[in-house]
């Protein structure tokens, strides 16, 4: 079992930045691919982010160049940094671990990008 904390979501202005954080515990695999998806109301949770273990990383088009995905191992911390944020960008996000026995999700942050 792995347990996943995020933290670091908040209301933000347009244009402004946050940089949010999922710190893993319990029994993590050193192969696994760790990523940021979020959902915002009414809509399905979507893929943000991912980052593999050889540290290839992945955006989702609407993010592309706006939003930095790494990591540091020794904590077992996922960060993801977003910048220029815009109101499309209002929504929980979820941090995801994917390893060789399971998948697993935090229990999410909000993050508000008012005008």
């Known amino acids: 079992q792995v347990q996943l904390v995020e933290s670091g979501g908040g209301l933000v202005q347009i244009g402004g930045s946050l940089r949010l954080s999922c710190t893993a515990s319990g029994k993590i695999f050193k192969n696994h691919i760790m990523g940021w998806y979020r959902q915002a109301p009414g809509k399905q949770r979507e893929l943000v982010a991912l980052i593999t273990p050889d540290g290839t990383t992945h955006y989702a088009d609407a993010v592309k160049g706006r939003v930095t995905i790494s990591t540091d191992d020794a904590k077992n911390t996922v960060y993801l940094q977003m910048n220029n944020l815009d109101s499309e960008d209002t929504a929980v996000y979820y941090c995801?671990?994917?390893?060789?026995?399971?998948?697993?999700w935090g229990n999410g942050t909000q993050v508000t990008v008012s005008s």
């Open positions: 995801n671990h994917q390893q060789i026995d399971g998948e697993y």
